[in-house]
């Protein structure tokens, strides 16, 4: 796993691909699970989320899926663009309140 | 984010220096959070509070301190500023399944 103080790890995806992201949580009493992408210089934006009674959730190009089993979560990005060129957070809530924990991050590069 | 405002948005402080960002929301949320970003790194965490007056140290407290006297305000106070505490800061809120973020607030210590 990823320590704090190392840069974050970089997904090189071809413009036109599909990219996907990987994420691992930690609390198995989570049930509830957000992706956020950060754009440079700005905060975290919401882009999807999926409850635990779910293991899969679709959006505008953008599909969530959860294996509660191994406790791991991913965002897929389909026919990805430049301007999906992003940090991606996955987060998760719940248990009996409503802190959050964000994962780490992944940086994704578009290749033209 | 509607609801939650951070200030000021830049500052420039020298060594030394006692700073304190705040953080405002209008979501009456119960949790808040302040996180460092910094330059290809991920956020991470300062302090966060659950409620009124109770706060707990997250993964980065050192040289840090908090306080919540009311519902929709946050403080972060930097007691005596140092160089490594150039960054972007970042509050959140958490309340009823949602979550919003600050528009962060860039400091630089010199």
């Known amino acids: 796993g990823e320590s704090v103080g190392l840069h974050l790890p970089t997904l090189s995806v071809q413009e036109g691909d599909n990219s996907i992201i990987n994420c691992a949580y930690s609390?198995?009493?989570?049930?509830?699970f957000i992706w956020y992408k950060q754009e440079s210089g700005k905060g975290p934006q919401f882009i999807i989320d999926?409850?635990?009674?779910?293991d899969k959730r679709q959006g505008q190009r953008v599909t969530v899926l959860l294996n509660k089993t191994v406790k791991h979560l991913s965002l897929q990005i389909a026919a990805t663009q430049p301007g999906d060129s992003a940090v991606y957070f996955c987060?998760?809530?719940?248990?009996?309140?409503?802190?959050?924990?964000f994962g780490k991050g992944t940086r994704l590069h578009i290749l033209p | 984010d509607a609801g939650i405002t951070q200030s000021p948005r830049h500052k420039v402080t020298e060594t030394g220096t006692p700073v304190t960002l705040r953080c405002h929301q209008t979501?009456?949320?119960?949790?808040m959070y302040w996180y460092r970003q910094d330059p290809g790194h991920g956020l991470r965490l300062i302090h966060y509070?659950?409620?009124?007056?109770?706060?707990d140290k997250g993964e980065v407290s050192d040289g840090y301190s908090v306080s919540r006297s009311k519902t929709e305000d946050f403080l972060l106070t930097l007691e005596s500023a140092t160089s490594s505490q150039t960054s972007v800061y970042f509050c959140a809120t958490t309340g009823s399944s949602k979550a919003f973020f600050g528009q962060g607030t860039r400091l630089t210590v010199v």
């Open positions: 979501e009456n949320h119960r949790y």
């Open positions: 987060a998760e809530m719940g248990g009996r309140d409503d802190k959050i924990i």
């Open positions: 609390n198995s009493a989570s049930d509830y």
């Open positions: 999926i409850r635990s009674n779910m």
């Open positions: 509070s659950y409620g009124v007056k109770d706060t």
